[in-house]
């Protein structure tokens, strides 16, 4: 069974600085890996996600994560952070072609000025 | 912006009460999704179905939850009685792949 860990349940960045958002998945077959965002009171929306091929993917907002199959990680990451990107956001992970997703626990995301 | 649509925004219940939501899924999604999200973030996964069939359910929906998804109407999640621990944000995605989720902006339950 797949599962997800997000170790970092808040994290605060000061506006301009660099962002990385960890997280660790646990599956032995092929993963889709994804990362969603939540806004307050909106339902989730896509970041990016990653099937195969290069590492790096990139996604909305400046927003790119990397996969690395020897640390089952997925980390996400922006080189600077705007006051709007204050929300949780969430990685996830499905085994390749199957509809069952697994959510981490999510990481509340605040920038300050 | 997602099409996903989600009715109603909230719901309030007494314990033991029904409570009932509503998903409309984006057009031509054939798999839709229920999870419910506590306070602390956490996802639980309900049940799926992929054009009007259950794919996949947990025990917890057997028991007190029942949902459908008939054709030409919208997918709908109830809950025979309400319990405090029910309440959390009803979230329904729809999805025409593996390959990403369209979620609704949920609807959250409080039950008192």
């Known amino acids: 069974a797949q599962s997800v860990t997000q170790p970092d349940a808040r994290v605060t960045v000061s506006e301009g600085a660099s962002l990385q958002l960890r997280c660790k998945y646990s599956?032995?077959?092929?993963?889709?890996l994804f990362w969603y965002v939540q806004y307050p009171r909106q339902g989730l929306q896509l970041l990016l996600k990653?099937?195969?091929?290069?590492?790096v993917v990139q996604g909305v907002n400046g927003f790119e994560a990397e996969f690395i199959k020897s640390n089952s990680s997925f980390h996400l990451r922006k080189a600077s952070v705007h006051w709007s990107d204050s929300a949780v956001y969430f990685c996830a992970v499905s085994a390749a072609g199957n509809y069952k997703y697994v959510f981490g626990a999510g990481t509340r995301l605040k920038v300050i000025a | 912006n997602s099409k996903v649509i989600q009715t109603p925004r909230y719901l309030v219940k007494g314990q033991g009460q029904k409570a009932k939501m509503r998903c409309i899924p984006e057009k031509g999604h054939p798999v839709v999704f229920w999870y419910q999200q506590n306070k602390n973030n956490e996802f639980k996964f309900l049940i799926n179905?992929?054009?009007?069939?259950?794919?996949?359910q947990i025990d917890m929906t057997e028991k007190r939850f029942s949902a459908e998804c008939p054709s030409n109407s919208p997918c709908s999640l109830e809950i025979q009685s309400s319990e405090a621990g029910d309440s959390a944000l009803y979230l329904c995605a729809s999805s025409l792949s593996v390959e990403r989720l369209f979620f609704g902006h949920g609807t959250k339950l409080s039950v008192l």
């Open positions: 179905f992929q054009n009007q069939e259950v794919l996949q």
């Open positions: 599956y032995s077959g092929t993963p889709y």
């Open positions: 990653y099937y195969s091929g290069d590492p």
